[in-house]
């Protein structure tokens, strides 16, 4: 009787692990199949006119009330993206990391980074926006050469 119970509880136990899923299998899975909720944005965030214009707008307010300098974006070209982190069950905020080419009014151009991060604020509803102007972080809130946001 024991013999035949070893063998029926051996047989069981090989029978579930042929049949269950490998741990490499779910280990090597670095995109995450396993999202709740998955969105898809379209490429074009970066470059979207709401976007840029809020990054306009802010960086004439920082350069009158903190850099004291009569300066503001004239035009932003060449806008991309950098990187994008998707929302997974460990993280609930979606992150793109874009950059562009920031034409300043006195002729200038700088490197512009800037970061958009979506289901933010109240209730995960709206988004959150922070940029860099490369040479116009004196206090270096986002790092040595806009490191952060890149």
């Not at 090989?14 to 709740?36: K, N």
């Not at 306009?56 to 850099?67: G, I, Q």
């Not at 512009?112 to 922070?130: D, H, P, Q």
Request: charge should be neutral.
């Amino acid at each position: 009787m024991t013999r035949k119970l070893a063998a029926t509880l051996l047989a069981s136990l090989s029978f579930a692990a042929a049949t269950a899923p490998t741990a490499t299998a779910t280990a090597a899975d670095y995109l995450g199949t396993y999202r709740d909720q998955p969105t898809s944005y379209s490429a074009g965030v970066c470059g979207d006119a709401s976007v840029l214009g809020f990054i306009t707008s802010r960086f004439e307010y920082r350069a009158t009330n903190y850099l004291h300098a009569n300066l503001s974006i004239a035009e932003i070209r060449n806008m991309g993206q950098n990187r994008l982190e998707l929302r997974d069950y460990t993280h609930r905020v979606e992150r793109e990391y874009c950059r562009a080419t920031a034409v300043m009014t006195d002729g200038e151009q700088r490197s512009l980074y800037y970061l958009i991060e979506r289901n933010w604020g109240f209730a995960g509803i709206g988004r959150s926006i922070e940029f860099c102007v490369g040479g116009l972080d004196p206090w270096y809130v986002y790092g040595a050469h806009c490191a952060s946001l890149r």
